[in-house]
């Protein structure tokens, strides 16, 4: 995981081999779209379940035991109820970055930006964005596709001026993270309107290369880069608050 955080040419390297695996599967379909598309579907599914549930979900059980178990705290199962409040609060609002001064507008984009990422996986995953004929959701996943490119372009174009304190000092992780969620925004954007012109079939290269950022994204930047700061420290406070609620009530 360090090695990828700190090494651009690796990270490269891997986008290079799932480009490749991408269009292998899209040759081994004989790049018929809706079986690729079928596909991609399903690797969606299987990637969020894979992430969660061999790197996410262990770590925060490592997390639990440091932070509880080890120091010998023994909170009551109500405590972890109790708490649940906060772990949401933070995890989706991140309002600490609040107390920054003149944050405001960041947190906001920020806050706009986790909450359309999350809302675009849910519409694409579980409510099957490029398949779906529900007026509602295709107008919701346009929405949110387009609120992430923008946000996320503004982002970009912040780190290049260096207009900001915060962008004045950039690693390749940061650069591929913003990028990596503004290309996945507006390629998405762009499958589902070709879609709805039904042009999606002469121009499927457009899918596949939406499909590439994805596999990237998914494998890549959201395991071993910064996107999952906000769970795990939404997590840490979460422990935390548990630990003082536990020795304040003893």
């Known amino acids: 995981m360090t090695l990828l955080y700190k090494s651009p040419l690796l990270t490269i390297i891997l986008f290079i081999v799932i480009a490749a695996a991408v269009v292998g599967y899209a040759v081994l379909q004989q790049f018929v779209p ?3 598309m079928h596909g991609g579907h399903l690797f969606e599914i299987i990637a969020i379940a894979g992430v969660f549930s061999i790197i996410l979900l262990p770590n925060i059980i490592r997390m639990w035991y440091f932070t509880l178990l080890k120091p010998g705290v023994k909170a009551p199962v109500k405590s972890y109820i109790t708490a649940l409040q906060d772990l949401f609060v933070h995890m989706f609002t991140q309002k600490r970055a609040l107390s920054c001064e003149n944050n405001t507008f960041r947190w906001l984009e920020h806050f706009i930006l986790v909450i359309g990422y999350l809302t675009l996986l849910f519409t694409t995953v ?3 964005w490029f398949s779906t004929h529900s007026v509602v959701v295709i107008v919701l996943g346009y929405v949110v596709s387009a609120a992430l490119f923008i946000i996320t372009f503004d982002f970009v174009t912040n ?13 390749p992780s940061d650069w591929f993270f913003v990028i ?4 996945m925004g507006l390629s998405a954007f762009v499958v589902r309107l070709l879609i709805d012109l039904n042009l ?3 121009t499927f290269w457009v899918y596949l290369v939406h499909l590439i950022i994805l596999a990237q994204w998914a494998l890549v930047i959201v395991p071993f880069g910064k996107w999952t700061h906000f769970l795990y420290r939404s997590f840490a406070m979460y422990f935390e608050k548990i630990a003082l609620s536990t020795r304040a009530a003893q």
Do not use: C, H, M
């Not at 780190?159 to 690693?171: D, L």
């Not at 990596?180 to 290309?183: E, I, S």
């Open 159 to 171: 780190r290049i001026k260096k207009s900001r304190e915060v962008s004045r000092f950039s690693g």
């Open 34 to 36: 809706e079986q690729i």
């Open 126 to 128: 579980f409510l099957n």
């Open 200 to 202: 999606l079939e002469t």
């Open 180 to 183: 990596w969620l503004f290309l």
